[in-house]
Antibody, heavy 121, light 111 residues
């Protein structure tokens, strides 16, 4: 079945980097894009960016530009999100979600189970 | 502050109908971009509920329906059930931001 499985929880010090993985199965990886969305404790959903597994084209929200890198590995059907210069406000659950590669912007489905990243000294 | 505005909470008795609004602007919903809705049960990842303004994915009960008009959209839940207690988010695309945007989220409580 179509599934996205993310890597496990992480605890990082302020200033460090974190890399979250999202392994896809049940569909042709390069037919889709992958978005990243985070949710701080008790807060709503926040769009971070997305990457096309077909072309490598990517878009990131202005708030994260310069601090985030999104990549894909077509040999392992895995998407990655790296966030650098972590601060306490980056403590959140990070989700990956599949995007269809259409001419028009579309929707996120399905979602991974989420990865809790805790930033604490 | 979210680009798309939703009421923080709505509530209703079992069997009642509730609606959740999602208000945007001329750079997102008003520009013609589609609206999609997600349900997030406590402790779980979001799940697609409505796509393309009005369409339900396979497996989503027809108690859930979506609509869009002008710069706003709405999600209606009819025949409210206890299992519908969750957070609901709308999502669209914003041309000024050149990226996807989410609503502020609405908590549905079944009385």
């Amino acid at each position: 079945q179509v599934q996205l499985v993310q890597s496990g929880a992480e605890v990082k010090r302020p200033g460090a980097s974190v890399k979250v993985s999202c392994k896809a199965s049940g569909f042709t990886f390069t037919d889709y894009g992958f978005g990243w969305v985070r949710q701080a404790p008790g807060q709503g959903l926040e769009y971070m960016g997305w990457i096309s597994a077909y072309s490598g084209n990517r878009n990131s929200a202005q708030k994260f530009q310069g601090r985030v890198t999104m990549t894909t590995d077509t040999s392992t059907n895995t998407a990655y999100l790296e966030l650098r210069s972590l601060r306490s406000g980056d403590t959140a659950v990070y989700y990956c979600a599949r995007l269809r590669l259409l001419a028009a912007p579309n929707w996120f489905d399905p979602w991974g189970q989420g990865t809790l990243v805790t930033v604490s000294s | 502050q979210s680009v798309l505005t939703q009421p923080p909470s709505v509530s209703g008795a079992p069997g009642q109908r509730v609606t959740i609004s999602c208000t945007g602007s001329s750079s997102n919903i008003g520009a013609g971009f589609d609206v999609h809705w997600y349900q997030q049960l406590p402790g779980a990842a979001p799940k697609l509920l409505i796509y393309g303004n009005t369409n339900r994915p396979s497996g989503v009960p027809d108690r859930f329906s979506g609509s869009k008009s002008g710069s706003s959209a709405s999600l209606a839940i009819s025949g409210l059930q206890a299992e519908d207690e969750a957070d609901y988010y709308c999502q669209s695309y914003d041309s000024s931001l050149s990226g996807y945007v989410f609503g502020s989220g609405t908590t549905v409580t079944v009385l």
